[in-house]
C-alpha cells in the first residue's frame, strides 16, 4: 500500500453512499451552518495533505512529514471549532467520538519516523472514519460524500 488507499477508499465511500439521500437532520439550521463553516476552514488544509498522501508517487519520508507538521494544527483547530458548536444527542456523541478519533489521527501524524509506520498507524483509523461520515451525514442531513472528516 502505497498512498494509493486513501484515493481508492475515498471513492469507495463516494460510490456508496453518493446515491443514497440524507435523512432529514437531527440539527437546528444554525448547528448545520456552524458545521459547514468549520468544515470549510478545514478544507484546504485537509486538500494540500490529501494531495501530498495521494500522489501518484509516493512522496518521500520528508515530504511526508512536513505535511503531516502543516495538517496537525488544522485538525486541532477543526476539534476547536467543533467543540464551540452545541451539538445535542446522538450528533454530540458522534462529533465527541470524530474528536476522539482525530486525537488518535493526530498521534500517528505526530510521530511519523517512518512510511511503513505512517501506513500501519492510519490505515485502522480510516473504516472509522467511514463509519462516523456515514453517521454525521445521517445526523446533519448532508449526503456523507459532501462531509470531509
Known amino acids: ?18 446515491s443514497t439521500s440524507a435523512a ?7 448547528v448545520l451552518s456552524q458545521w459547514k463553516r468549520a468544515e470549510a476552514a478545514f478544507a ?11 500522489s501518484s508517487t509516493a512522496p518521500t519520508l520528508g515530504e511526508l512529514v512536513k505535511a503531516n507538521n502543516a495538517f496537525v494544527p488544522a485538525v486541532k483547530a ?6 464551540k ?19 488518535k489521527e493526530v498521534t500517528v501524524l505526530s510521530h511519523t519516523t517512518s512510511v511503513k509506520g505512517f501506513e500501519s498507524g492510519l490505515v485502522p483509523l480510516v473504516g ?8 454525521l451525514s445521517k445526523d446533519l442531513g448532508i449526503p456523507a460524500a459532501e462531509i470531509i472528516l
Open 85 to 103: 458548536i452545541s451539538f445535542t444527542g446522538k450528533t454530540a456523541k458522534d462529533i465527541l467520538a470524530l474528536m476522539a478519533l482525530n486525537q
Open 1 to 18: 500500500m502505497h498512498f494509493r488507499w486513501p484515493r481508492l477508499l475515498a471513492i469507495t465511500a463516494i460510490t456508496v453512499t453518493a
Open 24 to 30: 432529514s437532520a437531527s440539527v437546528s439550521p444554525s
Open 128 to 135: 472509522k472514519y467511514m463509519s462516523l461520515q456515514g453517521a
Open 44 to 54: 484546504p488544509a485537509d486538500n494540500k495533505w490529501s494531495a501530498v498522501i495521494e
Open 78 to 83: 477543526f476539534d476547536s471549532a467543533l467543540g
